[in-house]
C-alpha cells in the first residue's frame, strides 16, 4: 500500500482532510460518496498481473482482509488526519491494540503500560500477554522517574492512554516521548478520547497511534472498529502479520460509516466540548457531587499537562458520587435521555459505572489503586440539548 498524500493535502485545514482525505470523488464513475466495495477478492487482470501483486512487484488489490477501496479511504483519511504516513484498520479498537502489541512485543520482551488504560487493555496485559511470555509493567506516568527505571533491554514498547480511560488522568506526550527516544523504544499513545482534531501524538514525538473508531471517529454509535497510524516501515508490518496473518480487518461497510462520520468529526468534537464543559462545571457546583475530572478544568491535576498538548477537551466527564455504590446505582437507574451503556463518544450521551463496568477486569486492588472508586461516574457527553441532559441529571440526583 504505498499510495501517499500529495503535499497539498497535507497543507490543509483539518476540517478539509476530514472531508477530502480519501482522495476526493471516484475516478471511475465521479461518485463524490465513498463507494463501497462490498467485496471480498479481486479479479486480476492475467495470471501474470496476479503473480505481480502477490510479489510485491504490482500494485492491486487481491482479498479484502489484506486491503479493500473503502477501508483504504478510511485509512488514508485518519493518516492524513493524524499526520502519519500509514494507517492500517482493524474490526475494534482492541484487534488495534493486540495488532501493536504482538507486532512489536516477542517472547521475552516487556512492555511499559502507563496506567490506567481501558479494561480490554488491561486485561490483555494481564490475562493474555504473560501466556505469550510478554510482560506487561503497569507504571504510573506522571512520575517520569518511574517510567525511566521500568524501561529495561527488553522493553520493546511503551503505551500510554491519554486522556485515560475512565480517570481522565492526562499523561505528557512529549515527555514520556522524550524518554521513549533516548532508550530507542518505540511509544504507541490510545488517542481515542482526544481524537486527532484535538491532540495529534505524532506530532508531539509519539510513534504509533491508536484509536477505538467505534467512538468519536464514528460518532454514531453503529460501528465497532480500530485503526493503527504509524510510519511505513511498522505500518509494513502490523498489516502483514495482524491482517495477513492474524486476519482482524474491517469489512467495506463499517469503513464507509467511518469515512462518512470523520466529515462531521470538527464539528462534533466543538459540540461534544460545549456540552461536556457545562455539564462538568454544574456537576462541580452540585452538592451531591464529591469531585469532577474535566481537563478543561482548571482544577483538574493535569489541567497545565493537557493545556499544553490538547486544543480542547471532548464530551467525557468523570463525577464521583457522594455515598456508595447504592447511592450510584440508583441515580443511573433514574435516567431517561442519559442512555446506561458502555461505549463513548456517540451524539447519544452515555453514561457507566466503570468499576463494575468497563474496567470490572480489574482486581479490587487495582481500582482502589487506579482511582477507580465504586462511587466514580463516567458520562460521555451526548449532542442533545444541554437544557435537557442537565434537566435529567439533576431529577436522577434528587432521587437518591
Ligand atoms: C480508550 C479505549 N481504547 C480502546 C478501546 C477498545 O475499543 P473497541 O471497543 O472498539 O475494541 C476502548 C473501548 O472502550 C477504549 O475506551
Redesign the pocket.
Known sequence: MSDTHDADMKQWGFETKAIHGSGGPDPQTGAVSQPIFQTSTFAFRSAEAGAGIFAGEEEGYVYTRIGNPTVRALEKTVTLLEGGEEGIAFA????A?SAVILALCDAGQNLVLCEPV?G??HSLAEAVLPRLGIEARMVDALDLEVVRDSIDENTSLIWI?TPA?PTLKIVDIAAIAEIAAERGVPMAV?N??ATPYYQRPLELGASIVIH????YISGHGDV???IVVCDNETGEKIRHESLTDLGGCLGPMDAFLLIRGLKTLPVRMEQHSRNGALIADWLASHPKIERVDYPGREDHPQHEIAARQMSGYGGMVTFYIKGGRADGAKFLNNLKICTLA???GDADTLIEHPASM?HSTYSAEELVKFGITENLIRISVGLEHMDDIVADLEQALAAI
Open positions: 475494534s479498537g482492541m484487534a491494540t481501558y480490554g487493555t492512554e480511560n490510545d481515542t478520547f477505538s473508531c467505534t467512538k465497532v472498529a480500530g458502555v461505549s463513548l468497563t
